[in-house]
């Protein structure tokens, strides 16, 4: 993978992290078209460059992350569930994950779930997340496991479920970036310590430490900007372009796995 195509790859993780569309899928997308082969530093980078997303989360909302113990005693019994799922099923996970069938069929299941959001959980009760419950919490924590499955979207299944328990699109929206930050953080962080653990995997982050810092970069602008943007249009117009654009892409990626286009993760 040379810089260029580390940076497409940047934008593209910066644009879908926290978009309900898959950045899974889109990543899979991306490297395909570009030829990228999926080795060992390609899925590290692929990893490390989440860093640089959830740093957005704290610039952008830095003054909400100074709030009192209860604001964290909610992230960290939304968090619970996908940590405990995650450590006991990792291996299960990560196999799924290497399955592009699976992801694009996730991704066009979802498409069509989130044509109907926006009329099944239309009468919000909740505009500030201060009303938040340790129960609401932990049920968006439950929400969060579902995108264990490769090609749900974290951001679709954490938004989904604040506003199953009343929450307005943009308090669900902003507590999903808000969860994203633990839970990113830990995932990313336990596979950047077993690659660090392996001394040729660590000596192959060294050689490329300059395209990992621009990579990190790229998908921090990026994703302030995506946030940004999303928001803004989630409050305004729903779900249902992002429905119809998740169906188009699991689309596109069945097609091209299925006519032998070569898609690796």
Known sequence: MNLLQSVIIA???GLTEFLPVSSTG???LAQGFLGVKSDDFVKAFTVIIQFGAILSVLVLYWKR????WNFYRKLLIAFIPAAVIGFLAGDFIDSLLENVVVIAIMLIAGGFFMLF???WFAHSEKNELQAMTDANAFKIGLAQCVAMIPGVSRSMATIVGGMAQKFSRRAAA???FFLAVPTMAAAAGYKLLKLLMNGESRQVLADNMNILIIGNIVAFIVAMLAIKFFIDFLTKYGFKAFGWYR???GLVILSLSLFGFHLEV
């Open 174 to 176: 902003e507590f999903s």
């Open 11 to 13: 934008i593209v993780e």
């Open 117 to 119: 959001v926006d009329k």
């Open 26 to 28: 889109h990543m899979i």
């Open 65 to 68: 992350f100074w709030q009192s």
């Open 247 to 249: 169906i188009v892409a």
